[in-house]
């Protein structure tokens, strides 16, 4: 079956220095997505891309963080010069788009990066 | 308005019994609820979902009941099996949205 596949795993990193997370989306998905999850609380949503621009963000995506898919397979997320608070699992999704109502909303995740930022 | 309230935090079923983890939420807008399941170090996979003109769904154990007058919808597990021990996240969309509005999580856990 495919899948979301995501890397590194786990990331350790020192506050201020970039990092880049690696995503390779399910391979006729049309859209994309990042969400986080700080240890013990929710899933909460980052960013979603799709026909290769953002199409919506939530307020945690500050101009510390972009995204990139900077060819046919892979999306990045960067973090410019990571905070303590940064520290969390970070979940890249994907989703086909289609007319299917069934179908449509089903959002694919990956088994996620740790990132610990020291 | 944009929250999804869920309960309780944490749940200890007995082998065989019914699990019952409830949600609500506040933005009329929201329009498809799926529920994700999530086991430890695995990323949430999608377990089963409902649209609002229905009032239930059913897919072998698992049970979505949606209340749309009272804005709340729950998932009830049916024979629940130690293999069923995961975090339980409901969520919430716009039918075609992009964002995925999470609830806090269900730690389930079956003793046998």
């Known amino acids: 079956e495919p899948e979301v596949t995501q890397t590194p795993s786990h990331q350790v990193t020192q506050m201020g220095q970039e990092v880049i997370l690696r995503c390779v989306p399910i391979?006729?998905?049309?859209?994309f997505y990042w969400y986080r999850q700080i240890l013990g609380q929710k899933v909460e949503f980052l960013v979603s891309?799709?026909?290769?621009?953002?199409?919506?963000k939530s307020e945690i995506f500050d101009d510390q963080f972009s995204v990139e898919r900077p060819d046919g397979s892979n999306f990045t997320l960067k973090i410019r010069s990571t905070k303590l608070e940064d520290s969390a699992m970070y979940f890249c999704?994907?989703?086909?788009?289609?007319?299917?109502?069934?179908?449509?909303?089903?959002?694919?995740f990956g088994a996620g990066t740790r990132l610990s930022v020291l | 308005q944009q929250q999804v309230k869920q309960s309780p935090q944490s749940l200890i079923v007995q082998k065989g019994g019914i699990s019952i983890i409830n949600c609500a939420y506040e933005n009329t807008a929201f329009d498809y609820f799926p529920w994700y399941q999530q086991f430890p170090g695995k990323g949430p996979a999608l377990l089963i979902a409902?649209?609002?003109?229905?009032s239930e769904k059913k897919e072998g154990r698992f049970t979505i009941s949606f209340n749309k007058s009272a804005k709340q919808f729950s998932l009830h597990i049916m024979d629940s099996q130690p293999g069923d021990s995961a975090t339980y996240f409901c969520a919430a969309s716009r039918q075609g949205g992009n964002k995925l509005t999470f609830g806090t999580g269900t730690q389930l856990k079956v003793e046998l």
């Open positions: 891309f799709y026909n290769n621009e953002i199409s919506e």
């Open positions: 409902i649209r609002p003109d229905v």
């Open positions: 999704a994907s989703k086909y788009g289609t007319s299917n109502p069934l179908a449509k909303n089903i959002q694919y």
């Open positions: 391979s006729n998905h049309l859209y």
